[in-house]
């Protein structure tokens, strides 16, 4: 009966994101009078889950699911579920577990609500809120089946820390070899830069900057703040930034706790990408631009200006603050 | 290669989203609606497996009649035929159902389908269609090359990319990347009159559950007013953002 997370790891480390997910499953848990598992692969050290209020931990050690395999992983979970006769699965929104959802969903037999941001409203008839129409309004969804998927939206729900003790089982789930028809021939990830995906803050930056050679400012801004950099889409268009900074309805999405805007003026379909943002900051020499229609904190002014200033009093504070 | 672009009929992106009948449905009144724009990036990869290295290429929408005029500009942009599943997509796995009757039926070597749509943003469909067909699947898909029946894709991941090798029958699901947006047709006269002559089918559901139901919408609430700090007194924005924000 219990509620399964899948607490995904990388390195053998768990992400964040595992631990949001352990956070809301625990109050999905008192809602519906059960537990929280969390099924894990590969992960060295699981002790964490425990204080984010997981009370027991299927631990999947395999060398074969050492690369991400959406097949094999959907498998995984789902024999986790079926083990524990779960009736509620809750996932992350990262590219992989994205991926894996509407597989696990279809071999149990699950409805999917993807998109989640908040507890459900009610657990009988179960009815969740979800983000829908990229952001520009919010959708109230049943899930009618008996065992349903939960994909929770990125920063939606947050670290709530709840102390338990999780018992710890080693679980061997039954891998076909079908489930690895699809190989990774190999993988290219940026390293010691921050990811838009993992980020905390954003710092992002349009057509106002004038050129790619003005983006040392911005890049700056972004190392003083631990942000990610991203760009609007007629920067990437443009090819003054590579595509894979540009944030918007086509780009990536954003759900940072901070997204500082530069030189952007603000088109619907980027404020579609951004808007989960939980704060915005716009900075910005019209004062008519939209983005200050949706912006929490506006500078109306130069970024030429304005930024290197911004850079440098953030380091003094910085310097007081840590 | 017998291709298959599976198309969502939505509102262009720049459309004012709004609710009627209770907030439980959305208004169409004044809504332009387009090719879903993921899968816009993959029919055009599609017609370039077509002039490159030979393919046939159907769209296939589970849809009212409306969607009519979005299947017809995707023969205008280049595919060979058309299908229309005649139901209202109120569910992603009632739609998957549907799309993998068209791909039993039709021995579909590639699928390609957007990985989600801007209306309603379930991000199921391509997986559910995969898992039902008992095909291979690759999502986030931002590269493709198909020979004989080899795959080389590329795919997007959180900080980066992974290249994937696969065999067909395959269903893909597209993004950017998969083309640039300055890939994208625009279609031409020749091609909106030669989509006028070409197939389009009709087909009936085939019975499916619905495993979702849309109860009803609601609108963000009203944004409040932005805060504006002078570009002379940025000690008071880092002090907003530390203080009452609490983001740094």
């Known amino acids: 009966m219990s509620i399964l997370i899948y607490a995904e790891s990388a390195e053998g480390k768990f992400k964040k994101v595992a631990f949001e997910l352990a956070s809301y499953a625990k109050k999905v848990a008192e809602k519906m009078g059960t537990t929280v598992t969390a099924v894990t692969v590969n992960a060295s050290d699981v002790s964490a889950l425990s204080k984010y209020g997981v009370d027991k931990v299927l631990k999947v050690n395999n060398d074969k699911l050492a690369a ?12 986790a579920a079926q083990k524990e006769g779960t009736k509620v699965v809750v996932l992350s929104s990262t590219t992989d577990s994205l991926y894996l959802a509407p597989l696990v969903a279809v071999g149990l037999n699950a409805g999917y609500a993807s998109n989640v941001v908040a507890l459900p409203e009610s657990t009988s008839p179960f009815t969740v809120k979800r983000n829908a129409f990229s952001n520009k309004a919010f959708n109230i969804t049943e899930v009618t089946t008996d065992v349903k998927v939960i994909g929770l939206a990125k920063n939606s729900y947050g670290l709530v820390e709840s102390a338990s003790s999780a018992t710890e089982e080693d679980f061997a789930p039954s891998l076909n070899d079908a489930d690895f028809s699809i190989k990774v021939e190999n993988v290219e990830k940026v390293t010691g830069k921050v990811t838009i995906a993992d980020a905390e803050i954003v710092v992002s930056a349009g057509r106002g900057l004038k050129g790619p050679e003005n983006w040392g400012m911005i890049e700056d801004l972004a190392t003083v703040l631990g942000a990610a950099t991203a760009c609007s889409k007629p ?68 970024a030429f200006d304005v930024v290197p200033k911004l850079v440098e009093k953030l380091k003094e504070f910085k310097a007081h603050n840590s | 290669m017998k291709i298959l672009v599976c198309i969502s009929h939505v ?92 791909v039993k039926n039709g021995n579909y070597d590639l699928v390609i389908a957007g990985k989600e749509s801007l209306d309603y943003n379930g991000g199921m469909v ?71 002559t070409k197939a389009l089918t009709i ?38 953002l530390h203080n009452e924000a609490k983001v740094i």
């Open chain 1, 68 to 79: 991400f395999n959406a097949k094999a992983y959907a498998d995984v979970i789902k024999q």
């Open chain 1, 235 to 302: 920067v990437s268009d443009l090819g003054w930034r590579p595509h894979s900074e540009h944030v918007g309805q086509t780009g990536k999405p954003v759900a940072a706790n901070l997204y500082i805007a530069i030189g952007i003026s603000g088109a619907i379909q980027h404020i579609a990408g951004i808007n989960s943002s939980k704060v915005k900051v716009v900075i910005n020499p019209d004062a008519d631009a939209p983005f200050f229609k949706v912006a929490d904190y506006g500078v109306v002014g130069d």
């Open chain 2, 11 to 102: 509102p262009d992106t720049t459309s004012k989203i709004n609710f009627v009948n209770g907030d439980s449905e959305f208004d169409t009144n004044g809504v332009q609606f387009v090719i879903n724009p993921n899968d816009e990036f993959g029919l055009t990869r599609a017609i370039w497996f077509k002039e490159q290295q030979g393919a046939n290429v159907t769209v296939v929408n589970v849809g009212g009649p409306d969607a009519e005029a979005t299947l017809r500009k995707a023969l205008a942009i280049g595919a060979d035929e058309a299908i229309r599943v005649n139901a209202v997509p109120t569910d992603g796995f009632f739609v998957a159902k549907q799309l993998a009757e068209v």
């Open chain 2, 126 to 196: 391509p997986g559910m269609l995969a898992a039902l067909t008992g095909s291979d699947f690759i999502n986030s898909c931002i590269g493709i090359e198909v020979n004989g029946t080899s795959v080389k894709a590329v795919r997007e991941i959180d900080g980066g990319k992974e290249t994937l090798s696969a065999n067909l029958p395959l269903v893909v699901g597209g993004q950017k990347g998969i083309v640039e947006e300055k890939d994208l047709r625009i279609p031409n006269m020749r091609g909106i009159m030669t989509a006028r």
């Open chain 2, 203 to 240: 087909l009936e559901p085939v019975a499916a559950e619905n495993n979702t139901k849309a109860v009803k919408f609601e609108k963000p609430a009203p944004k409040t007013a932005v805060k504006l700090v002078s570009p002379d007194n940025l000690d008071e924005l880092i002090n907003l």
